[in-house]
């Protein structure tokens, strides 16, 4: 099973900076099968990005994904005051189908 | 408008049981492999179980196989989740997602609480 170890487990920001997202796996994987989703409480899971730098539809330019192998970044360019949330990073596509990585709380500094 | 919605949890006692349904709307359902993923406290989000379009290949996660069932009415437009023999270690927040063409999971439900206690 691919283990994915996300860091850090908090980032304290400001609107308008620049965030940089990691998620390392345990072993290497096909890339084509690293997503990244936004998470808000009370709110459905957003997708957005799938094969590691595609992004999912309707997701602004700002998000972009990058990496292969075991490392994998998420960066948002310029934080909007609605990207404050939880970022998860997940594997999917082996066995188990999809393990996920433990998080990246954004939040406003 | 293109949504997932999921019903069915509640307070259950340990080895009880629970039926989920997933409602799902705006799109072609019979289409998607569909899912089933949990948030618990213990182990955070965890994918529980699949199903494509036909209900012919159905997997599990370790950890349900033999005590969950997954299955789908694409005449309903419905996913459904049995769970029984149901542990505390099961509590949790039950989503559907919907499954898209690169596998990724692009839709998905706000959730539906279970919780397994005495």
């Known amino acids: 099973e691919v283990v994915l170890t996300q860091s850090p487990g908090t980032l304290s920001l400001s609107p308008g900076e620049r965030a940089t997202l990691s998620c390392r796996a345990s072993q290497s994987f096909g890339s084509n099968y690293l997503a990244w989703y936004q998470c808000k409480q009370g709110q459905a899971p957003r997708l957005l990005i799938y094969g590691a730098s595609s992004r999912a539809t309707g997701i602004p330019d700002r998000f972009s994904g990058s990496g292969s192998g075991t490392h994998f970044t998420l960066t948002i360019s310029r934080l909007e005051p609605e990207d404050f949330a939880v970022y998860y990073c997940q594997q999917y596509g082996g066995s188990p189908l999809a393990t996920f990585g433990g998080g990246t709380k954004v939040e406003i500094k | 408008e293109v949504q997932l919605v999921e019903s069915g949890g509640n307070l259950v006692n340990p080895g009880g049981s629970l039926r989920l349904s997933c409602a799902a709307s705006?799109?072609?359902?019979?289409?998607?492999?569909m899912n089933w993923f949990r948030q618990t406290p213990g182990k955070g989000l965890e994918w529980v179980s699949h199903i494509v379009p036909s209900s012919d290949n159905i997997v599990y996660a370790d950890s349900v196989k033999g005590r969950f069932t997954i299955s789908r009415d694409n005449s309903k437009n419905s996913l459904n989740l049995q769970m029984n023999s149901l542990r505390v270690e099961d509590t949790g927040l039950y989503l559907c997602a919907r499954q898209e063409g690169h596998g990724a999971f692009d839709l998905w439900g706000q959730g539906t609480m279970v919780t397994v206690s005495s």
């Open positions: 705006g799109f072609t359902f019979s289409s998607y492999s």
